[in-house]
């Protein structure tokens, strides 16, 4: 496969896909929005919440605000050697809210998540969660974790991943691929194009043991 960047920034990416099979420049597409992870808010544990909305509605806000996500420094939960349910610093991050509204109304924004790790934050600070009325209150403890689209639109890395045939009969393609933030365009990319080689090569070496099985067999 040979990739062309026709375009790119951190939001979005266009590249010129060549001497490749249409299946396997969908495949890139597919898992640039299903299989790439990101951090999302998966855990909320309610300590407070004298707001309108139910507990249930604030955890579900909370796991649809993007997140940055470094994927060099956090590992999936199902791999990360803790094998733990609660997680680890390795595998989890955790994020307090403590919000009240004293004699006026108050909206609870994503910039008031306080994050354990700096660099693992809300891709903006702005994104509304909750107006409190006065003197109502809301207190938190939010677990983020790494995940896949395929699981949950939460783990969604991209919001547009699109692609386009440039020949009728050759093997070139455009595709576009836009990010919710979490990941950089190209990253999510590079990402999406590793996992395509991987589940290849898992395949290529099962079929080659089992073709080696069947030899000794004979």
Known sequence: MEVNVLEADNSKVKVLLS????????????????EVPV???????ILENTSILYDEVLAHRLGLIPIYTDLTRYTLPEECDC?????????RVL????AAAEDKPKTVYSGDLVSEDK???PISPNIPIV??????KLKLEAYAKLGRGKN??????????????????????ELYIESVGALPATEILLQAIKILYAKMNKIFEEVEGAELDKQERK
Not at 161 to 173: I, M, Q, S, Y
Request: a positive charge; glycine letters at 6%; charged letters at 30%.
């Open 83 to 91: 094998k733990s349910e609660l997680g680890c610093p390795r595998c």
């Open 19 to 34: 001497g490749v099979d249409r299946v396997y420049a969908n495949a890139v597409r597919r898992f640039a929005l299903s």
């Open 152 to 173: 949950h639109a939460k783990w969604q890395p991209a919001t547009v991943a699109v692609l386009r045939d440039v020949e009728e009969e050759g093997k070139k393609f």
């Open 95 to 98: 994020f307090v809210l403590d």
């Open 131 to 136: 107006k409190l009325a006065p003197g109502q």
């Open 119 to 121: 660099e693992t934050r």
């Open 39 to 45: 951090m999302a808010i998966d855990d909320v544990v």
